[in-house]
Every structure is written in C-alpha cells, then in structure tokens.
C-alpha cells in the first residue's frame, strides 16, 4: 500500500530518474518513484536506444556512480563484460557508446530500485504540485483514481518538466523542437547482399510521387540514403518533425505519426529485391524524444560554457558529447565535436528552478540554450545528473537544509562515496 508521506519523491523512471530514486534510497532517504509506464529504463528501453554515451573522454573516464554500475552489471548479466571500455565498442565523433541489453537493464533497474528500499509506482503519472507550509504536496494519478502524497524534496525527472510545469514554475518551449526518431529491429535480410543503390533510386521515385520522405530512413531531409536504416536495422534512424511532445496530446500525435511513418516505409522496403522477408523483430514502445522544454534554472548553462569545459563552482558532475542539434533541414544534423581535452560539466543551479524550494530537476530538460541541451540530453549525463539530484535530496532531508544551501563539499563528499566522479576545478 502507498505511503502519504516520503522524504523524496521522483516523477519519471528513465535514465535520470531510476538513479535519483536509487541514489536516494541508498542514502536512507524515504523515496518513491513514479513512472507512467510499466517499465524503468526510458530511452534505453521504452526509446530503444540501448547504447548509453559517455562515460568516457578522451579515454579517461569522467562518468561513474549508480549508472556505469547498472551498465556494466548489464553487460556482466549479458556475458560481455567490459574488460577496457575506455578502447571500445566504437567511436562516434570521440565518444563512446556501451550497447546493451534493454530488457535486461530493466529489470536489474527494477531490482536495484527496491534493494535501495525505494518504493516503485508504475503506470501512474503526476496529476498536481502543490507547496504545503515545508513541504510538497503531490496528486498522482493512477489506474483506480487520484491520490496524494506529501515529500519534503520533489525531483522532476520526467525530461518534459511536468512537475515543474504543474508547480506554476516557467519553461523554456522552443519554436521548433529537434525532430524524433522511433526505433525498430528488422531481420530477415542480409545488408551486405542488397543493392543499396537500387533501393535509393526506387526510394527517390517514391519522394518524387509523394509516397515517402527521404527522412524516413535517415535524418538527411535532401538525399536517399536506405543503407543508413538497413545497415543500423532501423535503430535510430529516421526522423518524424515538427511535433513537440511536452503534452500528452502532442505526445499522441507524435506516436501516431511515427507509426504511420513506420508503416509506411515497411511497406516500401518489403517491395524492395532481397527484402521480401523483412520481418520487425522489435518496435520501440515509445517514440524517442530530443527535446519538448527545458527549465528556468537559478543557472543556464550556455553553448560557450559547454564547449569551453567551464568548471562551475558549483558542478555536480561531468559531461561528454558533441553538439548534436537534430534539425528539420539539409543533412538533418548541425554538430560541433568538443577541442581535445575538454570535458564539461553540469552546474547545481541547472537543476534548480528559479523561484522553487526543494525541487530539483534532472534529464534532459535542465536548464541550458538549445546547442548546449542537444549534447547534455544524452544518457550518460542524465543518469550522472540524476545521481547528483538523489544526493541531494538525501541531504537535504537529513540535514534539514533546503538543497539550495546544501555545502558544495557535503555534496561532492556523498557522490563520491556512492562511486560517482566528481569535477575537479
């Protein structure tokens, strides 16, 4: 039975949100966890893009913790243990992604939750914030009517800012959101046999009659390229534009037009020489979104800041990736790599909203310009951002002191006990 009062509640079981609520049970801290599914993991599972990015930089590790033990025990579980992961599996631009296995993740995701002592809501979804005198009054919304909750530390990991949304608290909706993708695994074909350049040609045909889009297997929005879907098997390829998923109805748009996308170029490919018995092994649940809004934070990390491998003062964490901003035009990528050497790192006031007390957000919607969030969006960060945000909300609750005043050095002493790296100035 649901308890009514915690220390910590999260909203959202993704790649932030699983390790905040971990974290916090961990530290002793009386925690529930809500997700809207029926299963933890996020974009590596429900988004099936299981192939996490980056632990490592410029060989060296930089993100550790709750994540990279979930990760590598994944691996472990799956027999490929990870003897040097700093040379491997493969390189993207100087990164590093970890394949592993999605249905695996999610249930040790599961187990590491409860082993915590943290309490785990599924198919439930945040209905209403409000403060009361010290603390946060939560209604959930589940599957036999609403509910309510008090938690003296609310942490919104939801990567649309739901909860911050729901508090009154200001966001930041772009004009146009990057584009998404849905993810798929196809069998029944052999890549190397098919003539990738017949099949391009029957696909231009199709854009000329109206039929296809060029982005329907591939980000490119101006030339065929089906090897790019064939080759990945339908993993991360493709895009679906111009629809922002912040709400459940753009979210519901979203998912029907991924799926009429993806209908439709199944139907193409099967009608392709050496295709006839494409069969779809996996479809991703969920459509995996990159971006709907991010918060008004007591700080805004800019591109300048990501780039230059700025060291706040009061960094939680590190970060790996390029500039990755997904666009609706030409190659349907705009990417910057990071100078050699450089790591950035994630400021505390990113994930505080401006104007909150004891709210803390972690994932992708943290407080940062477009070109800045395009890189600190991916997993790795998250799942570094919210081990930072399950710390401190544990000490908040056990020192009394709103997470906004919690020392710098209290902060890092408890991340590092937990396995997490901490940035050095």
Known sequence: MLDQVYDVIVIGGGTAGVVAAIQAGRAGAKTLLVEKTGMLGGTVTTGGVNAPAAFFAWKKQVIAGIGWELVTRCREESGQPLSNAADGPHPIHGHWHIRIDRFIFAALCDQAVVDSGADILFHTMIAGVATIENCWEVTLCTKTGLC????????????????????????????????????????????????????????????????????????????????????????????????????????????????????????????????????????????GVRETATIVGNATVTVDDYTSGRVWDDAVCYSFYPIDLHVSSGTGIQGQSLSEGTVPTVPRGAMLPKGSRNMVVAGRCISSDRLANSALRVEATCMAVGQAAGVMAALAKSTKTDVDKLPMPAIHEMLKHYGAIVPQG
């Not at 739901?162 to 608290?169: D, R």
């Not at 101006?222 to 979210?251: C, F, M, Q, Y």
């Not at 139907?267 to 991703?284: D, K, M, T, V, W």
């Open 148 to 287: 309510t909750c008090e938690t003296t530390v609310l942490i919104d990991c939801t990567g649309d800012a739901n909860a911050v949304a729901l508090a009154g608290l200001p966001l930041i909706v772009p004009q146009e959101c990057q584009p998404a993708t849905l993810c798929c695994h196809a069998s029944g074909y052999d890549p190397q046999t098919l003539d990738i350049d017949a099949i391009n040609k029957a696909l231009d045909e199709a854009v000329k009659d109206g039929r296809l889009s060029y982005s329907d297997v591939s980000w490119s929005m101006i030339a065929p390229n089906t090897g790019a879907w064939l080759r990945s098997k339908g993993e991360n390829s493709g895009h679906v534009h111009h629809i922002n998923a912040l709400d459940s109805a753009g979210k519901t748009k979203l998912e029907i037009e991924a799926r009429r996308i993806f209908l439709r170029l199944y139907r193409f490919l099967r009608s392709q020489p050496g295709l006839e018995n494409l069969r779809i092994e996996h479809l991703a649940p969920e459509c």
